[in-house]
Every structure is written in structure tokens, then in C-alpha cells.
């Protein structure tokens, strides 16, 4: 079975602070694939990143970066300088990577916000 | 379409009344999926379509809830005899392919309030 735990559920910072989100995942399979979405207020979910299990290589694109663990299953967002317009819901999400049962699993979300 | 298009946005209804909800999914996307948002619950999974497959029912949490995908494209959620609990946000999602590896493309959401 997989499971996906975002144990923060709430997080307020002030901007231009870090902030970190952390996902935690479980998996039988050895391929899988995990994700990141961020749902403003406006409600639409949006697509962040997605990333392989075989390519632990962190990603950084702009203020946001990804640092992907292994050996503690872990996939952690990282958004530097935080801006107002980063109050969201962020969802971590694990695929695998087909077959009968392939579908997403979502955690239940943080919300994030940023005070000016 | 462009994008994922669902309807009604929003939609108010007694309990014990039956509701209808659609969405039509991006053109060229066989998988559509539909998850439910309840507050705190983050995105519990319903159903999905791949193509000319048997539907993925095992996330409908009761009998009241049924979904069909006409031509391949459009879907619509039925729930029947609609409780209070049932009141959330539905989401749906569609995909290039059943694949845990595709990035889904989410619609706004219908929200629905059973009183």
C-alpha cells in the first residue's frame, strides 16, 4: 500500500523567510514517482515537480528547490524568501509507475501562509 | 479544451436530493480521475477511466456514488441520495495515460453543500 504523510498542517511565516514542507512517503515498489502541487485560493491545483526514484539529484528552480532522501523516504520543499503569493495549500503526492493500481496518492496538504 | 472544465462550480442541494457532476477533461487525455476535498482531508481518490478499461471504482465510498465516461471523454459523478457528509469539493483530473508517472492537470473543482 502506499501512504503519503505531510505531518505539518499549518505553517505561517513572514515573508522573506525560509520555509521548509515535509513529505514522507511509503512504497513496496521500487519504481515510483513523486510530485508536488500547489493549490491557491483560487482552488485549481497546479503542478510543481515531479520526480523519479531513481534520480536523487536535488532540483532548485528559482526561490523553490526539492532535496529527495532515500534513505529516510523523504521528498522536502524548500521555498526561500518566501513571498505572499506562496500562501497556498502544497500537496506531496506518490505515484507508481503503472499497472492496475496506478494512481496518485496524495498527502493531506499544508497550508502555508506568508504575512507580509 | 485547454484545460480541465468542471460544472457546476458550485452547487446547493437538500439532503436526499440527487446530484450531477461533469467534467469534461483535456482533449487527447484518456485517463480522467475524480477526487473528493473534504476540509482537513487533503485529496481522497474516487474513481478513474483509462480509455476503453473497466473503470478504478475501488475509492467510491458508498453505492450512492457512480461515475461514467461517455465517448471516451466527457465524465459525470453521480451521487444519489446525497447525505451532509457528502458536502465537499470534487476534483477532476486528467492525464496523458494511466500512469502514476503523468502529471495530472486538475479542473476547479465543483463544490458541493448538502443541507
Known sequence: ?116 | GAGVSQSPSNKVTEKGKDVELRCDPISGHTALYWYRQSLGQGLEFLIYFQGNSAPDKSGLPSDRFSAERTGGSVSTLTIQRTQQEDSAVYLCASSLARSGANVLTFGAGSRLTVL
Open chain 1, 1 to 116: 500500500a502506499q501512504k503519503v504523510t505531510q505531518a505539518q498542517t499549518e505553517i505561517s511565516v513572514v515573508e522573506k523567510e525560509d520555509v521548509t514542507l515535509d513529505c514522507v512517503y511509503e512504497t513496496r515498489d521500487t519504481t515510483y514517482y513523486l510530485f508536488w502541487y500547489k493549490q491557491p485560493p483560487s482552488g485549481e491545483l497546479v503542478f510543481l515537480i515531479r520526480r523519479n526514484s531513481f534520480d536523487e539529484q536535488n532540483e532548485i528552480s528559482g526561490r523553490y528547490s526539492w532535496n529527495f532522501q532515500k534513505s529516510t523516504s523523504s521528498f522536502n520543499f524548500t521555498i526561500t524568501a518566501s513571498q505572499v503569493v506562496d500562501s497556498a495549500v502544497y500537496f506531496c503526492a506518490l505515484g507508481t509507475r503503472s499497472g492496475a493500481n496506478s494512481k496518485l496518492t496524495f498527502g493531506k496538504g499544508i497550508t502555508l501562509s506568508v504575512r507580509p
